[in-house]
């Protein structure tokens, strides 16, 4: 890593648009931080206190981003292709249309996270917890999230072609609109409860809760 910055207290810094590309700021304090802008690929971001950071339009790309607390931040926009997450805090969290194409997201906690319109493209979501989450117009295909809890998540419009959704958690999820043709449907839980209408699945449309809208 060519700065070594791990365990700084760097809580409520202004750091818009800085160069921390492969930077080591493991387990350091970026609470509140601005980093709108900055460039952060490759930096290792392990435990890092990122709550209610400023990472609008960031570069994340490939950034290992393990057991990070980013609950409540702002990643709109963000480029987090192949970024690592695992079991990152992403509660609450602010990530509108950023890209998170390829990203590792395994066990990862997403509840009530805000992902309209991002790219989730052959991310690896298993275990991962979406909770409540809002995945409006979301890109998943052959995204991977066997074992997620998809628990009144807002799914509409969502692309799932061809994603993998064993043992999903499906209670009272929203899926009108949603396309899931050619995705992996093996024990989906609770899928009765979720709202149907207009949704593609891999044997065709089905409208039972349009009523319930």
């Known amino acids: 890593y060519l700065a070594d910055l791990s365990e700084t207290n760097l809580s409520q810094a202004n750091l818009k648009g800085a160069n921390l590309s492969s930077a ?6 970026l609470n509140r931080a601005n980093l709108e ?23 994340l790309e490939k950034a290992n981003l393990y057991q990070a607390n980013l609950s409540e931040s702002k990643l709109s926009g963000a480029d987090l292709i192949r970024a690592n997450l695992y079991k990152a805090n992403l509660t609450r969290a602010t990530l509108m249309r950023a890209n998170l194409e390829g990203a590792h997201l395994a066990g990862t906690s997403l509840s009530v996270a805000n ?24 890109d998943l295909r052959g995204a991977y999230l066997s074992g997620a809890n998809l628990s009144k998540a807002h ?18 999820a929203d899926l009108s609109g949603a396309d899931l043709s050619e995705a992996h449907l ?3 839980l609770n899928l009765d409860s979720a709202i149907i209408c207009k949704t593609i699945f891999p044997w065709g449309e089905e409208n039972a809760g349009c009523k319930k809208k």
Not at 24 to 29: I, M, V
Not at 121 to 135: H, K, M, Q, T
Not at 155 to 172: I, Q
């Open 115 to 138: 992902l309209y319109k991002a790219n989730l493209e052959a991310a690896d979501l298993s275990g991962a917890d979406l909770s409540g989450a809002y995945l409006e117009g979301a």
């Open 186 to 188: 093996k024990n989906i």
């Open 37 to 59: 802008g900055a460039n952060l690929s490759r930096a290792d971001l392990s435990k890092t206190d990122l709550n209610k950071a400023n990472l609008y339009l960031a570069n």
């Open 24 to 29: 080591d700021l493991s387990e350091a304090n």
């Open 155 to 172: 799914l509409e419009e969502v692309n799932l072609h061809g994603a993998f959704l064993s043992r999903v958690n499906m209670r009272e």
